[in-house]
């Protein structure tokens, strides 16, 4: 156990709908990342938050966006559902360290399938 | 632009024997590089991690090993047991914020009881 919780873990919803994921981060930790994947594909790195500003974005589409509260849970909503947008979605967290690479610990996921 | 490649794609083994999985990397500004495994239905989850000032780590029956020159990192695993079979992420990071981590693509490990 990671110690990041995600929630819901399974999610199935219509094309055109809007679906809010949530996160909750290691205890301790500051920031969030967002991964997408789908299926045999690797992760694919959405957006990053820290301290609830955000901090690098990837490969976010327009449709989607993600905020980090004060008590450092975070949020991707995902809107005007696509069948391409089926995939898992995987929360990260990790401490920010000065310099250096981070650790970044996943969440068990959250699976959607738009229908 | 940056990129990590992880070969091979897929790898099957007998049980007890050893597994190694190649990652090489593009940027030499990473300096971080953390291996991680998936199992079916789970998030990666973080095995092994080297820093670009250590040449190998080893952890019981799991080793890493970086060579700085030729921008290359593998995985060993050695007496392998089934419950090794999973799929096995290399990635590389140069700093803080998840854009500078890059991942590769994947290998998916079959051990064979």
């Known amino acids: 156990d990671s110690g990041v919780t995600q929630t819901p873990k399974h999610l199935i919803t219509a094309t055109g709908q809007r679906v809010t994921l949530r996160c909750s981060p290691r205890?301790?930790?500051?920031?969030v990342y967002w991964y997408q994947q789908s299926l045999d594909q690797g992760l694919q790195f959405l957006i990053q938050y820290y301290n609830g500003e955000e901090r690098a974005k990837g490969n976010i589409l327009e449709r989607f966006s993600a905020q980090q509260f004060p008590d450092l849970h975070s949020e991707l909503n995902l809107s005007s559902l696509e069948l391409g947008d089926s995939a898992l979605y995987f929360c990260a967290s990790s401490v920010y360290p000065v310099g250096g690479g981070e650790t970044q610990y996943f969440g068990p996921g959250t699976r959607l399938l738009v229908l | 632009g940056e990129n990590v490649e992880q070969h091979p794609s897929t790898l099957s083994v007998q049980e007890g024997d050893s597994a190694v999985i190649k990652c090489t990397y593009s940027?030499?500004?990473?300096?971080?590089f953390p291996w991680y495994k998936q199992e079916l239905g789970k998030g990666p989850q973080l095995i092994i991690d080297?820093?670009?000032?250590?040449g190998e780590k080893k952890d019981q029956r799991i080793a890493v090993t970086l060579n700085k020159t030729a921008k290359h990192f593998s995985l060993h695993i050695t007496e392998t047991q089934p419950e090794d079979s999973a799929v096995y992420f290399c990635a590389a990071s140069k700093g803080t914020g998840g854009f500078k981590t890059i991942f590769g693509a994947g290998t998916r490990l079959f051990v064979k009881a």
């Open positions: 205890s301790g930790d500051l920031s």
């Open positions: 940027d030499s500004a990473s300096n971080y």
């Open positions: 080297i820093r670009s000032n250590v």
